[in-house]
Each structure stands twice: as structure tokens, then as C-alpha cells.
């Protein structure tokens, strides 16, 4: 039985296993089995694969999407670039274990935005500065589209929340939320900014997708933005990370 799991600290509820748990049962793949791994200290992570063969890969979460590059032997492009890792191929070589690290937050989000630009998308402010930040920066430059950055602190980002006016907002018409700023159980919450700005040529992209809807989605939808959330990206990075898992040696 080959193995895959995740790692990360919590882990609670994770849409990972249920996703391929479902997927290997709709699609009879019965060689393979996903489950999680509680990782608190990253310098235990080693200890789960070097000795099984049997594993083929994981998935990393925070809060260890950048310290588990010290394990790895090799990164594609894109995970060079952003310097985060949430996918990891195992490849046994001489019963030692070769690791190289990808991120297909990347190819989720640019797959799961690209069907709604529209022309007036030209700019776009995005909120939060972490590891899945960095991801939506990469794409935002590959499809050439200036941005700036909004956190609390003005040396982690562009602007600060409270500098942001109506005017900024209004002429900023990609916004999106990389912070887990209204996540479940926190569904009331939502990132400070003035939604007065926002009209109908906005568009609200939120990577959280539990809620469904966010109250930051919300907030936009009423304002008559064209909103979407996290759920589509994250099918397709778990289907790339399935097609990395599976590629020849």
C-alpha cells in the first residue's frame, strides 16, 4: 500500500483526506492510502518516511510550508520563487529517500482566476502576507498584473489597513483575502476595509471556502461584485498534487 498523507499543525478537519479518501473510492484506486500527520516540531518529519518505503508524497499546511524546505533536495520553479512548499515527492533511490518540494497553490489559483478577468481587472490589493500570499503574488506577476499588499503592519506590507480610503478600494478592482480573517468558526468576521468602495466591476476573490461564502464575500456581493471563493483552487492543487505523485520517475 503506497502512502500519502498530510502535515501541519493543527490539522483538525482536513479537506485532504476526505478529498482523496472520496477520490480513491469513486475511481477504485485501492493501492493508495492518505492520512494525517500532526506535525508540531518540524525537525520530527524525517521520522514519519525514512525508514517506509511505502511513501509517496504529502501535502504541508501551515505552519510548515517554508520550514520543511531544509528536508528537501530539490524544488520546482515556481516553489523556488515563492519560497513555500505544500506539496512534497518522495522518490526512493537505493532505499534512500529524494525529496522535491512544489507549490501547486499556484496552479489552483491561476486555473480557478483566470476564467473571470475581465478587462477592468488591471490592479489588485491583497490582504494578508503569508505563505499562501506569497503563491498569489507569483501568479499576479506572471499574468502581469501590478498589486499591492495590505497588512497591519506597514513593514509586512504596502499599506496598512487603516490607510486604506474608498478611493483606493474603487480604484483596486482585484481584491483578494490570503488571510484566514473569517474562517470557520469566525464567520462573522472580515478583513477592515472600506466596502463602500467596491461597485460592480469589482472582483472579490476569498482563498477561505468554509464558510461558503464569507462575510468579506458578502460585504462584496452586496456591493455587486462578481465573488468567488477558495474551494475550486484547492480541488485543483489536490488534483496536480495527485498528477505529481503519479508522474514517472
Not at 500532526?38 to 517554508?66: C, M, W
Not at 520563487?81 to 526512493?92: F, H, L, M, S
Not at 505563505?131 to 499574468?143: D, H, P, R, S, Y
Amino acid at each position: 500500500m503506497k502512502k500519502l498523507g498530510l502535515i501541519g499543525y493543527p490539522l483538525g478537519h482536513s479537506f485532504s483526506k476526505k478529498f482523496y479518501l472520496e477520490k480513491f473510492a469513486r475511481e477504485n484506486i485501492t493501492d493508495f492510502h492518505y492520512d494525517l500527520y500532526p506535525v508540531e516540531d518540524i525537525s520530527s518529519f524525517p521520522q514519519l518516511f525514512e525508514r517506509d518505503l511505502a511513501f509517496y508524497g504529502f501535502n504541508v499546511t501551515i505552519p510548515h510550508k517554508r520550514n520543511v524546505m531544509r528536508f528537501l533536495n530539490e524544488f520546482s520553479p515556481e516553489a523556488a520563487e515563492i519560497n513555500a512548499v505544500n506539496c512534497v515527492q518522495i522518490r526512493w533511490q537505493g532505499g534512500k529517500p529524494y525529496l522535491k518540494g512544489f507549490n501547486t497553490d499556484a496552479f489552483g489559483f491561476e486555473q480557478s482566476l483566470r476564467p473571470l478577468l475581465q478587462r477592468q481587472h488591471t490592479s489588485a490589493l491583497i490582504f494578508g502576507n503569508g505563505g499562501a500570499a506569497q503563491a498569489v503574488l507569483f501568479v499576479l506577476n506572471k499574468l502581469g498584473i501590478p498589486f499591492k499588499t495590505v497588512s497591519r503592519n506597514k513593514s509586512n506590507g504596502d499599506l496598512t489597513y487603516s490607510e486604506l480610503t474608498e478611493n483606493i478600494i474603487a480604484s483596486h478592482k482585484l481584491l483578494i483575502n490570503c488571510s484566514p480573517v473569517g474562517t470557520f468558526p469566525h464567520i462573522e468576521d472580515a478583513p477592515d476595509i472600506p466596502y463602500e468602495g467596491i461597485g460592480s466591476e469589482h472582483l472579490l476573490y476569498d482563498l477561505i471556502y468554509n464558510p461558503e461564502e464569507t462575510a468579506f464575500l458578502q460585504k462584496g456581493k452586496k456591493q455587486g461584485a462578481t465573488i468567488k471563493n477558495g474551494l475550486e483552487m484547492l480541488i485543483l492543487q489536490a488534483e496536480k498534487n495527485w498528477e505529481i505523485w503519479n508522474q514517472e520517475d
